[in-house]
T-cell receptor, first 114, second 111 residues
Framework: NAGVTQTPKFQVLKTGQSMTLQCAQDMNHEYMSWYRQDPGMGLRLIHYSVGAGITDQGEVPNGYNVSRSTTEDFPLRLLSAAPSQTSVYFC?????????????FGPGTRLLVL | DAKTTQPNSMESNEEEPVHLPCNHSTISGTDYIHWYRQLPSQGPEYVIHGLTSNVNNRMASLAIAEDRKSSTLILHRATLRDAAVYYCILSHPHTGNQFYFGTGTSLTVIP
């Protein structure tokens, strides 16, 4: 199993540009989520999904859109990038959304918005 | 949501045991205690989790206080590869895997 994969690894955007961060998992996990991590900080939850066709907002959802059309993929869209969205983005997945589930994280995408 | 408190940083000598503390005084009876670690430039990885009883796995041990208001992650023999930021996280049945990450404890292992 490849686990959780994220592309691209690094991206530079100009203010106002749009892009999609890709996340895929091959473990047949129902639960997937996106976090962002700013320098010296812990991760903060952006959006999450408990299954195909179901998404919900996390702690910091503004400026980001998500959709979940398949179990495997959970893309994160930035519609109009802002410098405040410069961060490292991590995708995670788990079998379910129960409190005792183990989450598996991807390697991250580093985004720089100029 | 119940939050956790951890020291910002700790140091340990290589091959010695490390005890990483976590306070969670507002924990509810159904909150799980999770520990994840983040190696430099990598995503977080699972270390261990528990509910009420102490837990052991190949990576570490988790000691949970009887009143559950604190817990300790124990690395039995620190190696240089254990240098990372360690996060103590609570998860509740109502919020499931919507983790709240604090700033964690940055562990330095001294050769």
């Amino acid at each position: 199993n490849a686990g959780v994969t994220q592309t691209p690894k690094f991206q530079v955007l100009k203010t106002g540009q749009s892009m999609t961060l890709q996340c895929a998992q091959d473990m047949n996990h129902e639960y997937m989520s996106w976090y962002r991590q700013d320098p010296g900080m812990g991760l903060r939850l952006i959006h999450y999904s408990v299954g195909a066709g179901i998404t919900d907002q996390g702690e910091v959802p503004n400026g980001y859109n998500v959709s979940r059309s398949t179990t495997e993929d959970f893309p994160l869209r930035l519609l109009s990038a802002a410098p405040s969205q410069t961060s490292v983005y991590f995708c995670a997945s788990s079998y379910g959304n129960l409190a005792g589930e183990t989450q598996y994280f991807g390697p991250g995408t580093r985004l720089l918005v100029l | 949501d119940a939050k956790t408190t951890q020291p910002n940083s700790m140091e340990s000598n290589e091959e010695e045991p490390v005890h990483l503390p976590c306070n969670h005084s507002t924990i509810s009876g159904t909150d799980y205690i999770h520990w994840y670690r983040q190696l430099p430039s990598q995503g977080p990885e699972y270390v261990i989790h528990g509910l009420t009883s102490n837990v052991n796995n190949r990576m570490a041990s988790l000691a949970i206080a009887e009143d559950r208001k604190s817990s300790t992650l124990i690395l039995h023999r620190a190696t240089l590869r254990d240098a990372a930021v360690y996060y103590c996280i609570l998860s509740h049945p109502h919020t499931g895997n919507q983790f709240y990450f604090g700033t964690g404890t940055s562990l330095t292992v001294i050769p």
